[in-house]
């Protein structure tokens, strides 16, 4: 410096002990003008790289701008004018003799304005509203050039005048610029042309908000305050920021794992082919051995699998990277204020100390906490938004990998572990995130303290290291443990989700058979498990929370204790004590932190290989299935197929070679199991092609045999996502018979359809499966048995009208599997399968004369002879003149719609009319004109759109704060007492803690009056005795606590169960299941392990606070009058903070659920959604679905950001308030009294912060107890037994049945669906009940079984009035054989008798009688064979045998039949029938029919007909009257 200085003074000497500090003239003419433009030069390339990179686009020139620009240009010309004016002195005559430093500077200077001017510009042109660097710079040039400022005034007033008045003026000229600038620079720009902001109207305030908004998250308090005033809605949220949109962030991943896979799979391959020419290589020598080249086969088998996390890290490495630069920064500056505190005990202690330098360590703490804070946010902010942008994709990548993976794999993994894989592994990726940079920050965090402890106390530190260390094992172990417990914790509570799951859809068959106790012995079991285990976890944590909390303590009590004893000249004075504290509150951060990461880490490698396992699995290969347009007249050919359903199973199909000509009705008959539905999945490519090929032309369309529904409108499951046009609709709901169910709907077509369709019949939901086929126009339609759920009339009507030679469906190729006989005769070709081979093939004619299989399975069946010659003949008739019937359909839509423009087709529409005019064709014409007279008076009236009343209704959230009730219910569930006691010892523990620290500030205060040796027994011990009582009563609150919150756990399930089990049908009809399983599995866990440990954050955080400001108050009483304005600032932030957050949260927990129910509606129905092509629509769906879940997570995470800024400022208030009345009252104060405040006052910052955010959690938590109490008090049905009114243990002894004047309605408020009914049925008789869908038949019976109470009317069974008794006493005494046969996954003869009742003898008698024994016995586990979720393992056909089975076991002496025999061959329905016959002969048997056949001979048939009873007869006399019934047996050939 001696060579730029020239004469003058660098460093200063003695100018900081007197009471006017100054730097000197050398020092304030080059480093200070030197710093910002080091920086500036520094940071320059790196940001004009990064904005090369990132344009936002293009901000028109604004006066803001102009400005800045110009005086960025003055300010040049201002340092330039110095540089000349020392060239001007150089050259005066004599040369004044000029230090370098005087052409030096400004020359750096007015380089660095320049350069500031450039960036301006150049951030102006791409996109940069607000610059964070040029902010920066500006703040430190002003912050340099305050010390010239001050300095240059002092020493114009002490040498009365100003000598270089040129430099003085230039000097005060720059620092009013840079001033001016830095204040221009706080505001922001235009937002860029064309940008998001200016086309959305909700836009986040974050892109437009400036560097200092950014910073301390400013841009948030407009929703804080919004929130505040009235709870936020959906409206009221941002859009989502293009960058965080699954738009953007799925493709990103997948391609980094597509990368990956094709890596994997090359080296793979190279592996393969070095290995194979090693071995070849070395066995070819004398002396190579086979075992070496064994060894190396075997080797080669350890392929590399992709992995996962690479794909992860790049796709969202470099943002994170960002996050961990500004950790490192916070670290760094972590350990300046120990440093600052050290100065200003010894400030206190020396008394002759200037007072300036308290005040400036006042404010420098102040100022490095300040920047701490800002850092570690933004540093939050990044590992948030990545594990934001984690979670989307993990989301995305999950979903769209379900829809293509094979079905072996689904069977591998079940929805409910596909779901968790979407919630619980993705949430695990997105909180490992927040902590992941501790995996290095922490070590660096415990290198530095222990650095700065060791220059502090020397080797004694090393005792203090040893605990920590020690303590280091004992944390892991627990880590271990905890973890072990964890992962059987979540098995229990997969198992119970999944079982409770199951019992949820079918607890309309719990409720049938009264089998709820069983169930719920079930759940209470699993439950018991997990609460043990809970149990166990709650115990260790006690333990390591205890650790946890005498860490610090037991550290420095060892240190100290080494440390006076080691030397005898060793004191122990404030200094060191204090200083050393806050160092060990620093270490007590990471090495808590440290085996947390790790542990996370270790959960989120195993969510890792649960993700990976899954996206690895093998896909569905689009190549199964050859869709090429190839031009034969063959629309769907088979060559030699073998299918199975997984690649090491047994096939299923085997040999199997189809032709189906274009355009033609192909048949597909055989028995229950032999594979027709099989052969339907194959041509959908759904199964694994084991050899052979499949060739589809054109488009498919595929009815299930079960049919799919998703829970949206009625309309929009037929459309399926094809436009709407009004014409073709009208004809589609037509041909599907579905127009009169519209009337009978609430809301027409624009009914929402509930989960699974649980509003609709089972034959409207096969109809509405059968037009969204028909809707779609496709060349190929695969029905699988869309007839057997409808009555007999609606079959002939939809077979004559859809898929018949005559129907709309004609000249295209169908395939219909089916059982119904009464149609095979014409249709074009039938194809028989037998056991999984194609048994016969022709038409019915040829299969007939073949006298083959099929021609015994008809003449079983043959109902009558079906062929009357006449029917023949018409059917010829009618195939020669369907051609103008079928033009006309096609181009209706033109002759209603517009002026036919074309020439050819109006002539070719005038030839059809001439010919359909032709007069001796008059009932095609009459035919033709009905259509359209019909659709013409209808279209008007469905103009007019009704108001529609919403099925399910959308979940509630409670707005507002959570009641204080809410508080108390669960402290009641804990226990009233208990509660109090653990606040009390909470008291207790930090009461001790203040103590041992107050009494270490006497122990140092010793060190002053010289008598330390004498009492250093007596300080120690008493030390150590205040430390572990504390210690001590941590472990016994947390033991308390971890009773209390297992009581809590157990009761709040147990009402919950309670309830749902005595919960009526209706409520379960108009409730998602989705949203009562989140009851059970989000909220319990809330309440399991969430709530209790923020309960204990709480109360640890609020107590440390409290205690802090005691401290602070004692040492230094002027601080109460701080504490006022402080408190209210906090209790606002608090407030806004907790308002907003809430409700965000409730947002967020409320858009979540669609998308898993979303998600698990997929997985149900992907091979329908995979027929259509679908796929793109529903991933769009999804992420729209994920995106709208992230637009409210991303304001939360936001707030508490916000929060944090603004909670830890007045946290940092309080160490400058300390600092400055501990400096300001130095006299009075002993060193130890300062070190002690102010040590508490920087630990403060942390408790306010958790404090709020724990009172926030609190509130969102507790909300767990709220939704789960508001599901335990929902309305009850009946009770269960009414013990004094039990009916007889033989009760009903005839089974005689009566309903008077019976009237029922579904739910309050809706029409009744029967009305007034009155009949009197005896014991024994048959009865059939037949009627079209929602004439009210299924409901007839379910009032048999009180699932829907009377309205009015009662039902008498046997002289008991069921109305009167307990509904299992009922239920238990009637059997029904259920429309969809539901099984449960357990064994099978869990499936049949879950109460253990019966012997195995009678289960195999029941099962012999039902038929199913051979299939049974054919099973290595016989009996126990393991049904899997919903009975998938079986066919339908053999689930409604076991539901028989069930029948026969419980043989009471009523049984109803409701649509039993749907989904079964005639083999096995005449079966059915046959034991029905014989076994139930004495029994009363009410029959929902479809199938006339099966009731022509029963006693009497009843016919309802809009929920009235219409004919009540026997069979033969209905048929004689002509009435409904006589149309009915007309239709299906039996009259």
């Known amino acids: 410096m001696e060579h730029l200085c020239g004469q003058l003074p660098f460093w200063p000497n003695l100018t900081l002990r007197s009471d006017r500090p100054d730097l000197p003239e050398c020092f304030q003419l080059s480093v200070l003008p030197w710093a910002p433009c080091i920086y500036l030069w520094v940071v320059s390339p790196f940001y004009i790289l990064y904005l090369k990179r990132n344009s936002r686009g293009y901000i028109m020139m604004s006066i803001l701008n102009r400005i ?388 502090n106390l020397g080797a004694s530190v090393l005792a203090g290291v040893a605990v920590m260390v020690l303590l280091i094992p004992l944390n892991a172990f627990i880590a271990m443990k905890t973890r072990t417990y964890q992962v059987e914790q979540m098995k229990h509570k997969d198992d119970r989700i999944k079982l409770m799951n199951e019992i949820l859809n079918g607890i309309k068959v719990l409720k049938l058979y009264a089998w709820e106790i069983s169930f719920k012995e079930k759940i209470l079991q699993i439950r018991q498990k997990e609460l043990n285990v809970l149990r166990k976890t709650a115990y260790l944590s ?119 000509p274009q355009g033609s009705l192909l048949a597909v008959v055989g028995h229950v199991g032999c594979g027709k539905t099989s052969l339907v999945s194959a041509l959908l490519g759904e199964m694994e092609k084991l050899e052979g090929q499949i060739s589809i032309r054109g488009s498919v369309a595929y009815v299930p045999q079960q049919a799919w529904i998703q829970n949206c409108t009625l309309r929009d499951n037929i459309l399926f996502g094809r436009p709407y046009v009004e014409q073709k609709y009208r004809c589609v709901l037509e041909a599907c018979a579905l127009t009169p169910d519209l009337e009978v709907l609430p809301g027409g077509d624009q009914t929402e359809i509930g989960e699974k369709g649980i509003n609709l019949s089972g034959g409207q939901r096969q109809r509405v499966s059968l037009a969204r086929a028909l809707y779609s126009e496709s060349d190929v339609y695969l029905l699988d048995d869309p007839l057997s759920a409808v009555d007999a009339h609606v079959a002939k009507h939809i077979f004559d009208k859809v898929i018949g030679p005559e129907g709309v469906l004609k000249g295209k190729t169908r395939i219909l599997v089916t059982h119904g006989i009464s149609f095979l005769p014409q249709v074009d070709n039938i194809l028989v399968l037998v056991d999984g081979r194609v048994s016969e093939m022709g038409s019915y004619q040829e299969l007939l004369k073949q006298n083959g299989a099929f021609a015994e399975f008809l003449r079983n069946y043959s109902l009558e002879d079906i062929i009357e010659d006449d029917e023949v003949t018409l059917s010829l008739v009618d195939e020669e003149e369907d051609f103008p019937d079928d033009a006309l ?392 037994v009414v013990q004094d009114k039990r009916p007889p243990p033989d009760w009903p002894p005839e089974g005689n049945v009566e309903f008077v004047d019976y009237s029922v309605r579904y739910r309050e408020g809706l029409d009744l669906v029967l009305r007034n009914i009155s009949l009197k049925v005896k014991g024994g008789e048959k009865i059939g009940i037949v009627g079209r869908t929602g004439a009210g038949k299924s409901s007839m019976t379910l009032c048999l079984f009180r699932l829907l109470e009377a309205a009015d009317g009662e039902i008498v069974i046997d002289e008991v009035k069921i109305s009167e008794i307990g509904l299992h006493d009922l239920r238990s005494k009637l059997t029904i054989i259920p429309q969809e046969p539901v099984l449960f996954s357990g064994s099978l003869r869990m499936n049949l008798d879950p109460f253990d009742k019966y012997s195995d003898e009678e289960l195999w008698k029941a099962l012999e009688q039902s038929h199913l024994k051979k299939f049974v016995s054919n099973q290595s586990a016989k009996l126990d064979l393991e049904c899997s979720e919903g009975g998938e393992n079986l066919s339908v056909g053999q689930r409604q045998l076991v539901c028989l089975a069930r029948a026969l076991l419980r043989k009471t002496r009523i049984l109803v039949l409701d649509e039993a025999t749907a989904a079964v061959d005639l083999e096995t329905d005449d079966l059915i029938q046959s034991t029905i016959r014989t076994q139930f002969e004495d029994c009363t048997v009410f029959t929902i029919a479809h199938r006339l056949n099966t009731i022509m001979d029963y006693t009497r048939v009843l016919v309802l007909d809009k929920g009235q009873i219409a004919e009540f007869d026997t069979p033969a006399n209905l048929i004689a009257q002509k009435g409904i019934f006589f149309g009915m047996a007309k239709d299906a050939g039996l009259a």
């Open 542 to 660: 006690a333990l390591s929370t205890m650790a946890w909390t005498s860490a610090p303590f037991l550290v420095a009590l060892t240190t100290f204790a080494v440390y006076v004893t080691v030397d005898k000249k060793n004191i122990l004075d404030a200094e060191r004590a204090f200083v050393s504290l806050s160092l060990f509150n620093i270490l007590r951060f990471p090495l808590n932190m440290l085996p947390q990461v790790i542990s996370s880490i270790v959960q989120a490698s195993v969510s890792l290989k649960r993700i990976q396992d899954f996206l690895s699995h093998p896909e569905l290969d689009p190549e199964n299935v050859d869709r090429r347009n190839n031009a034969s007249e063959y629309a769907v050919t088979v060559v030699n197929g073998k299918f199975a359903w997984a690649k090491q199973d047994q096939p299923t199909l085997d040999n199997i070679n189809v032709m189906v």
């Open 68 to 455: 800045k620009t110009v005086l960025g240009l003055i300010l040049w010309i201002v340092c330039w004018t110095d540089l000349f004016s020392s060239f001007h002195e150089m050259n005066q005559n004599p040369p004044i003799p000029i230090a370098p430093i005087y052409f030096v500077t400004p020359l750096i200077v007015g380089m660095t304005m320049l350069l500031a001017t450039f960036l301006i510009q150049f951030e102006r042109l791409r996109g940069v509203q607000s610059s964070g660097v040029l902010f920066i710079f500006w703040t430190i040039s002003v912050l340099c050039a305050i010390v010239p400022f001050r300095s240059k005034i002092m020493h114009a007033n002490q040498e009365n005048g100003v000598n270089d008045k040129l430099r003085f003026t230039t000097f005060y000229i720059y620092f009013g610029l840079t001033l001016l600038e830095l204040i221009l620079s706080c505001f922001n720009e235009k937002p860029p042309l064309f940008s998001s902001v200016a086309t959305d109207p909700n836009v986040c305030p974050e892109t437009t908000a400036g560097f200092l908004s950014k910073m301390t998250f400013w841009w948030f308090t407009s929703m804080a305050i919004k929130g505040y005033k009235s709870p936020l809605e959906n409206k009221d949220l941002w859009s989502l920021n293009k960058q965080d949109s699954s738009e953007l962030v799925v493709p990103s991943l997948l391609n980094e794992w597509e990368v990956e896979k094709s890596k994997a799979q090359s080296e793979q391959s190279v592996k393969e082919q070095a290995t194979f020419t090693k071995t070849g290589a070395e066995t070819n020598h004398v002396g190579g051995s086979p075992e070496e080249a064994e060894v190396l086969l075997s080797e080669r088998k350890e392929t590399r699998k992709p992995s996962f996390l690479r794909a992860l890290l790049r796709a969202f490495g470099p943002y994170f990277l960002i996050g961990s630069a500004f950790k490192l920064l916070q670290d760094l500056i972590t350990f300046v204020n120990p440093q600052l505190l050290r100065m200003l005990i010894d400030f206190t202690k020396e008394k002759d100390a200037p007072l300036w330098w308290g005040y400036a360590l006042a404010f420098l703490m102040f100022g490095t906490s300040l920047l701490q804070t800002l850092i570690l946010h933004q540093h939050f902010q990044y590992c948030f938004v990545t594990g934001m942008r984690l979670r989307s994709g993990i989301i995305g990548a999950i979903y769209r990998k379900s829809l293509v993976i094979t079905n072996e794999a689904k069977r591998s993994s079940t929805v409910g572990e596909v779901v968790n894989l979407m919630s619980v592994d993705a949430q695990r990726f997105m909180d490992l995130t927040t902590f992941l940079n501790m995996l290095w920050s922490a070590p660096l965090q415990i290198i530095l303290a222990l650095f700065f402890l060791w220059q």
């Open 889 to 1280: 359909s096609n181009h209706a839509d033109m002759v209603d719609n517009e002026p036919v423009v074309n020439e050819a087709r109006r002539q070719f529409m005038r030839q059809i009319s001439i010919m359909s005019n032709d007069p001796e064709n008059p009932k095609k014409m009459s035919r033709r004109r009905r259509c359209s007279e019909r659709k013409h008076s209808e279209l008007p009236v469905e103009k007019k759109e009704q108001k529609v009343e919403k099925l399910i209704q959308a979940e509630t959230t409670e707005t507002g704060r959570v009641k204080l009730k809410v508080y108390w219910e669960y402290m009641k569930a804990v226990g009233p007492l208990l509660s109090l006691f653990i606040c009390f010892l909470y008291g207790c523990q930090s009461a001790a803690a203040i103590g041992a620290n107050f009494w270490l500030s006497e122990w140092t205060n010793d060190a002053l009056q010289n008598r330390t040796r004498e009492k250093v027994e007596m300080r120690v011990g008493v030390y150590a005795a205040l430390g572990i009582s504390q210690g001590i009563l941590v472990m016994f609150s947390s033991f308390t606590l971890a009773l209390g919150k297992i009581q809590g756990s157990r009761k709040l399930h147990q009402a919950l169960l309670d309830n749902k089990f005595h919960t009526p049908q209706s409520f379960f009809d108009t409730t998602p299941i989705g949203r009562i399983i989140n009851r059970f599995s989000k909220d319990i866990y809330v309440i399991d392990e969430v709530l209790p440990s923020t309960v204990l954050m709480f109360l640890g955080t609020f107590f440390a606070s409290v205690s802090t400001m005691i401290v602070i108050i004692c040492s230094t009483p002027i601080f109460a009058l701080v504490i006022g304005p402080l408190a209210l600032i906090y209790f606002f932030v608090q407030r806004f903070y907790v308002a907003t957050s809430r409700q965000l949260k409730r947002l967020e927990s409320v858009s979540r659920s669609p998308i898993y129910s979303h998600f698990s509606e997929t997985i149900t129905g992907t091979s329908v959604i995979r027929a259509y092509g679908r796929n793109a629509a529903f991933v769009l769906l999804s992420d729209m679905k994920v995106d709208e879940n992230q637009k409210s997570y991303y304001p939360g995470i936001v707030s508490n950001r916000w929060l944090g800024v603004r909670i830890e400022f007045i946290g940092n208030c309080i160490v400058l308030f300390a600092a400055l009345f501990a400096a300001v009252g130095r006299d009075k104060l002993s060193p130890g009294l300062v070190g002690l405040s102010v040590s508490y006052a920087l630990q403060v910052t942390m408790s306010l912060n958790w404090m709020v955010r724990m009172t926030s959690d609190l509130e969102s938590n507790i909300v767990a107890v709220e939704r789960v109490k508001e599901y335990s008090e929902t309305q009850t049905e009946a009770p269960w």
